[in-house]
């Protein structure tokens, strides 16, 4: 009879450590499920995030290639009717330059390239802005070593809002906000060199 109740006592000591270890198991399964699901759960936002910054990216360069384009289109076009209307007689080209003159100087700003600077997130950005007929027909980021590529890239999303515009009016590059920012200043800046006094 006491061994009967002592094999009992075992067997019951048994099945509550089984019982013990297989919900330790379970509550180990459970937390590796929840951590698995959180880890996934950063990879895919981590994932879409680089999916948009390659997208602003993508937009940002084939917008600047755009830009250049119109900007090399342009001066094409401008020079071959600088060509065709000089006229041969002397007095007559003296003429035309003063009618240039005073339409320049009737424009708020000289056409030309100029150069402008500000700070930006990581130091100084430079830029160069192009202007005919009071029309800004492109704008170039010439330098902005201290500035991070990838944050650059996005911020120069902000020249098409400026050329569109007409005007260094915009929003500023979400996420991008010190180096956009930067590059509205520094456009500021050339605007400013080339006001008509």
Do not use: C, H, W
């Amino acid at each position: 009879m006491k061994n009967q109740n002592f094999y009992m006592r075992v067997i019951s000591i048994l099945l509550v450590l089984m019982a013990v270890l297989f919900y330790n198991s379970s509550m180990k399964a459970q937390a590796n499920e929840k951590e698995i699901t959180a880890l996934t759960d950063k990879v895919d936002t981590l994932q879409e995030q680089q999916n948009q910054l390659l997208s602003a990216l993508e937009t940002s360069y084939t917008n600047r290639i755009q830009n250049q384009t119109a900007a090399s289109d342009n001066e094409k076009t401008e020079d071959p009717s600088q060509d065709s209307s000089s006229p041969a007689d002397g007095n007559a080209s003296d003429a035309g330059t003063e009618d240039g003159a005073a339409a320049d100087s009737d424009n708020v700003y000289k056409d030309g390239t100029y150069t402008g600077e500000a700070e930006g997130y990581g130091g100084t950005i430079q830029v160069e802005v192009t202007l005919s007929d009071d029309e800004i027909t492109s704008i170039n980021v010439v330098s902005a070593s201290g500035e991070d590529s990838a944050y650059l890239y996005q911020a120069e999303g902000v020249i098409d809002s400026i050329i569109s515009a007409q005007s260094t009016d915009v929003d500023t590059v979400s996420g991008a906000t010190f180096s956009s920012t930067g590059i509205l200043n520094a456009v500021d800046d050339a605007l400013g060199k080339a006001e008509n006094s």
